[in-house]
């Protein structure tokens, strides 16, 4: 004999279904975007990526051999290592400073120079990565300011051309990084602080600590999600780096600056190598993957 | 937060710096655009006699209208596409809660893990079928889906953040799900919609791996895109290629001083939840 | 009850979400990709030029103006034809050519370095019914040569695909006001006087060569240096992808070692590997360097720039009176298989080897040979420009049966791929001569290979 709530119920869920139903009709042109270009490009990736193809003629199924090939190959090992180098620029520095940077502009009052500065420090997130990488190549050259200024303050022994130089040119490449990103950071996290209870920092004063203590106890772990949240975009944006190495020194000098970017963009195209071009995208996504899952996971645990 | 005297100018000091080392590549920028075109500019200096007829040369030669019409056209379509497509997305994710959107949710959410280079490959032998490439339809239509992610994410961070009741009052007086939609939601989510079009405005303007990649003729390129055109064209001249490169980022800069309130004021609005 | 229907229900979700991943997955891998050639255009081979109005589209580098001055020219001669030139980078070219052929509206005429595998793919138009026709026969062979490829895929011999725009040929400029501070009154004619005078201007703090390597143009050098110690025919079945051909010679490792021990002598700007071609063209021109390797195509602009105070020569042999080899090869360009004009397209090309404006416009805005009929008149040139020099030098390199094609040509992906770097290695003394060679070689196997 079922009880009296059942045809509630049963009327419940079936308005709940029709809701469902018309809720989802929101979804559908956002979905089509999103599976057209994305999902169903990343399936054919994979498709190409067992196969040996140059991209018009026909093509052989070769199975694992590109991705063995991704693994083994110095040159694409290289671009990797430098690829994660990289982090160190975009992710490291960036997201450090953008804390102190935050930090002393939310203590400073606020007004015309606190907002002039958080411009100031977005503008070269807004420019395009291209044009940032022709601004530093000119900085960077053996007739450029940076070696101006060396020039003047009598490190003259230490000027070169900073991108051709084999020692110099990835930290080099990496500083344009971290000048684009910084400011992202420092925005970012100055919106977070803004969030973080201010008598908790008048209790940690009156126990008399000093403004590194202050730092440390409060306002980083404060920031926790602003920061998992901005290592992930940072060290997505080393791996997958691209404008800015294409247009200061396309990799070299030698291999020294050599990233996943150029390296795919060069096998797929001026080497038509489709199969192990898309191999090696697809490498490239699962690096990123291992190395965002795992911050995602922290911040969410911490948070807890 | 209190701090003392010491600390304050320290901090001022640094902050200075910090500031100072921003700039300085732009002003460097322009400095090597001022200096006479056919001259090869040594470092940081300010010339006497201020070259601005490069800029009008960089225009001409680079085709820097046509280009920036292009652009234009791109962004026209991809900017309020995007919007609509988000913004119904984010909704029926963040306040319908209808069923699986948990799984959506985290659907949209490894797209933002996939990097460009990963699916440019692919990307253009699909845009190549679909017989639109090398048009500026071959930038438009991926970057709508390729801004999907990001975009319903942070429309559903704001939906999520908008309190069930006012849905459910406007359901009790007899609105259908679309006109609660229509006039109440919509006027609650102007801010993050507009920081949402300011950073797609930003990101389809500076769009550079796309275009490169899929169309041919530089000049039906965004102007980023066609920048490398422009290394190409003026490497005998760093005047000319700076005074190019800056006539491209005068309009993003301009765009975000003029938005820079409806920006920052969003990002405050705690659009960045986990 | 209810609760593990609803349990079970959802534990299939994701399962049943898998399944179908799973199996779509094994679908697409199972079906291959590609093998969809385009079909090439099957027209009539006719000489006469269409009344119709027509647009021909080029697809060309930045930074040579060539193309468009001969466009401007035969639309004034025939106004029912115009031209719509689209230039781009040469790395962005290079990487974009096959896709732009495979296209369905690819460009009537492409500028083409590397054939690569646009002639198996069917992707550029086999050029022989209009060779035929115009009678192409009458043309030097020798310069036709590298552009033809045979059924196996191998260049230099079969039908032909690609004509040039111009022949160059390379060889080293010497600026005459340095030289005279230095007491060196006549281009050196063997390596061992190129030598002295490399030293002589190390000493006196003169920069000896004025090279650039970012984008590796720098191989100007070092691929002259091997010419003069390795076999020309063994380099150019290398650069052919003639089976069996290697580049591990002990002519190029002698080559690249002498390349090597000028870097380590200082003889190159401490800054080559951020110096890019028109830099180290422009520094070359305002002064900087004694020696600049080049090619004919720089002669015109050094000449408006220098004046008399330059000079052009071949590169030294190794022996006094020895045989001179310098890089030369086709402005070479091809016509798209799928071009609906190929009719008018090739009578462009035709026009520009055999039309006497045509050919004065080649040489004078690259200072090129303009190919076509040897025994069809010779552009003027002004007498003791570096124009004349370039034509002379061609000719004595005909005569000598000296040329050889750039090796950056060998297959599409070895000069950004390898020679690029490993040669930014050898002028910064990195690698020796011997690892550089061998290195490149082994790119070379593995892309002819996979």
Redesign the interface.
């Known amino acids: 004999m079922t009880s009296p709530i059942a045809p509630r119920r049963a009327a419940a869920k079936a308005a ?1 279904r029709r ?2 139903l ?3 009709v ?2 559908i ?3 089509i ?16 990526s ?12 070769v199975g694992l051999k590109n991705y063995i090939r991704v693994f083994t190959d110095p040159t694409l090992l290289a671009s990797i290592g430098n690829a994660f180098v990289l982090i160190a620029f975009f992710t490291l520095i960036p997201v450090s ?1 953008g804390l ?2 935050a930090t ?5 009052k606020p007004g015309p120079f606190s907002s002039l ?16 990488g ?3 190549s ?8 940076i ?3 060396l020039n003047a303050v009598g490190l003259g022994a230490l000027a ?2 900073w ?4 020692q110099t040119a990835l930290p080099a490449v990496g500083l344009i990084g971290s ?1 684009v990103l ?2 992202l950071c420092t ?2 996290f100055l ?2 602080i ?2 973080i209870d ?1 008598s908790l ?2 209790a940690v ?1 009156l126990d008399g600590a000093s ?1 590194w203590r ?1 730092f440390i106890t409060i306002t980083i772990p404060g920031l926790r ?2 920061i ?2 901005l290592v992930t975009i940072t060290i ?1 944006a080393a ?2 780096s ?2 800015i190495i ?2 200061t ?7 020294a600056t ?1 990233v ?2 150029i390296s ?11 199969g192990l ?2 191999a090696f ?2 490498v ?2 699962i690096l ?2 291992a190395c ?1 899952l795992p911050i995602q996971r922290l ?2 645990a911490s ?1 807890k | ?3 003392n005297k010491t ?2 100018i320290l ?2 000091v ?2 200075i710096v ?2 100072i ?6 002003v ?2 322009l400095s ?1 655009a001022l200096q006479p075109a056919d001259t ?5 200096t300010f010339t006497t006699d201020p070259q601005w007829i490069n800029f009008v040369t960089a225009f001409e030669k680079g085709n820097v209208w046509r280009l920036m019409g292009s652009s234009l056209f791109i962004v026209v379509f991809v900017v309020p ?2 919007l ?3 913004t ?2 984010g ?3 963040g306040n ?1 809660r ?2 699986g959107s948990r799984f ?1 949710f985290i659907f ?1 959410i ?14 253009y ?2 845009v190549q079928g679909m017989g639109i490439l090398n048009t500026q339809w071959a930038v438009i ?2 970057l ?3 801004y ?2 990001f ?2 994410i942070w429309m559903r961070a704001h939906f999520v953040g908008v309190p069930q009741e006012l849905s459910e009052a406007a359901r009790v007086d007899g609105a259908s ?1 679309w006109q609660e939609f229509r006039s109440i939601q919509l006027p609650l989510a102007r801010p993050a919609l507009s920081a949402l079009a300011i950073l797609l405005f ?1 990101w389809t ?2 769009q ?2 796309l275009p490169v ?1 899929l169309i041919s003729d530089p000049l039906n390129r965004t ?3 066609a ?2 055109f422009f ?1 190409g064209q003026y490497s005998s001249s ?1 005047p000319l ?2 005074a190019g ?1 800056l006539i ?2 005068v309009p ?2 301009l ?3 003029i938005f ?1 309130r409806q920006f ?1 004021q969003a ?2 609005q ?1 659009a ?3 | 009850m209810a609760i593990s229907r609803t349990r079970a229900r959802l534990a299939r979700g994701p399962v049943a979400l898998t399944a179908i991943a799973a199996t ?2 094994l679908a ?2 199972a ?5 969809n ?1 385009p079909v090439a255009n099957d027209v009539e081979v006719s000489t006469e030029l269409t009344t119709d109005d027509v647009v021909l589209t080029i697809a060309d580098e930045t930074g040579f103006p060539l193309t468009d001055e001969l466009a401007a020219e035969f639309t004034k001669q025939y106004p029912n034809v115009t031209f719509n030139v689209t230039r781009d980078t040469f ?1 962005n070219l ?3 050519a ?2 732009l052929l ?1 296209s369905d509206t690819p460009p009537d005429l492409i500028r083409l370095p590397t054939i ?2 646009t002639v ?2 069917g ?1 550029i138009a086999n050029l022989d019914p209009w060779a035929e026709a115009y009678g192409w026969d009458k043309w030097s062979e020798a310069q036709l040569a590298p552009l033809r490829v045979n059924e196996d895929g191998v260049r230099g011999s079969g039908s032909l695909y690609q004509l040039g725009l111009g022949y160059s040929i390379t060889g080293i400029y010497m600026n005459k006001t340095l030289a005279a501070q230095l007491g060196i009154d006549e281009v050196p004619t063997t390596i061992a006087e190129l030598e002295d005078d490399l030293a002589a201007a190390k000493a006196a703090g003169i920069l000896p060569i004025m090279a650039g ?3 590796g143009v720098v191989n100007f050098v070092v691929q002259a240096a091997m010419n003069q110690y390795n076999d020309p025919n063994e380099m150019m079945d290398w650069i052919l992808n003639v089976p069996g051909a290697t580049y591990d010679t002990p002519g190029n490792v002698k080559g690249a070692d002498l390349v090597r021990s000028w870097a380590d002598k200082g003889y190159f700007p ?6 890019d071609y028109a830099s180290f063209v422009s520094r070359f021109q305002a002064g900087e360097g004694l020696f600049t390797f080049n090619g004919n195509w720089a002669a015109a602009d050094t000449q408006a720039k220098m004046g008399d105070n330059v000079d052009f020569f071949l590169v030294p042999t190794a022996e006094e009176g020895g045989k001179h080899v310098a890089m030369g090869a086709a402005n070479s360009f091809s016509v798209a298989a799928g071009s609906k004009h190929l009719n008018e397209i090739v009578y462009f090309l035709n026009w520009i080897h055999t039309d006497p404006t045509a050919r004065q416009i080649v040489t004078d805005v690259t200072g090129a040979a303009p190919g076509g009929d040897p025994a069809q008149e010779q552009p003027t040139v002004e007498a003791g420009s570096l124009i004349e020099k370039a034509l002379e030098m061609s000719a004595v390199i005909g005569a000598e049966n000296g040329q050889v094609d750039f090796m950056a040509n060998a297959t ?2 070895i000069y ?2 390898s020679i ?3 040669s ?2 050898l002028v ?1 003394g ?1 690698i020796t001569g011997q690892e550089f060679v061998t290195r490149v070689q082994d790119f070379y196997a593995q ?1 002819l290979a ?1």
């Not at chain 1, 196969?51 to 093509?59: A, E, F, I, L, Q």
């Not at chain 3, 401490?270 to 110096?275: E, F, G, H, P, Q």
């Open positions: 709940a809701g469902t018309s809720g989802w929101f979804v042109p956002a979905l975007a999103y599976g057209t270009f994305v999902i169903y490009p990343l399936v054919l990736g994979i498709q190409y067992f196969y040996k193809w140059n991209g018009v003629g026909p093509s052989e199924f400073a102190v940077l002393l502009i939310r203590s400073m500065s958080q411009t100031i420090l977005f503008l070269p997130q807004i420019i395009p990565l291209a044009a940032a022709i601004a530093w000119w900085m960077y050259a053996q007739t450029g300011a070696n101006q200024v070169r051309p991108l051709g130089d084999f000048w910084t400011g925005v970012l919106t977070g803004g969030k201010q920092y008048e004063r403004w202050e999600q602003e998992a949240v997505i791996l997958s691209f404008d294409y247009t020194t396309l990799g070299g000098p030698g291999r050599l996943p970017g795919i963009y060069r096998i797929g195209f001026t080497q038509s190598n489709v071009a898309s995208g697809i490239l996504m990123v993957l965002v911040a969410r948070s | 937060m209190i701090v600390e304050a901090g001022r640094i902050l910090v500031l080392a921003t700039v300085i590549p732009l460097n920028m090597a090869n500019p040594t470092g940081l596409i995007s609509i497509c988000a119904l997305a909704y029926a994710l319908l209808i069923r959506l949209f490894l797209g933002l893990t996939i990097p460009f280079e990963a699916l440019i490959i692919p990307l032998y699909e239509f991926p709508i889906g390729l999907m992610p975009s319903v799900r930003l303007w500076n550079f791996l990649v102007v980023a895109g920048l490398t290394q760093i290629l700076n490169a491209i980022i993003t800069i765009v975000f001083v820079q920052i990002l405050l705690g960045v939840k986990g | 779509a997955l697409l891998t079906c291959a990709p590609g093998g050639a790395q290079t990487a974009a096959p896709k495979a690569g595998d198996q793919d992707l390597d970012l984008d401490s800054d080559i590997n951020a110096i599409a992906g950004a791929g690029i770097p490993e930014q290695l910064t990195q892309e996979g």
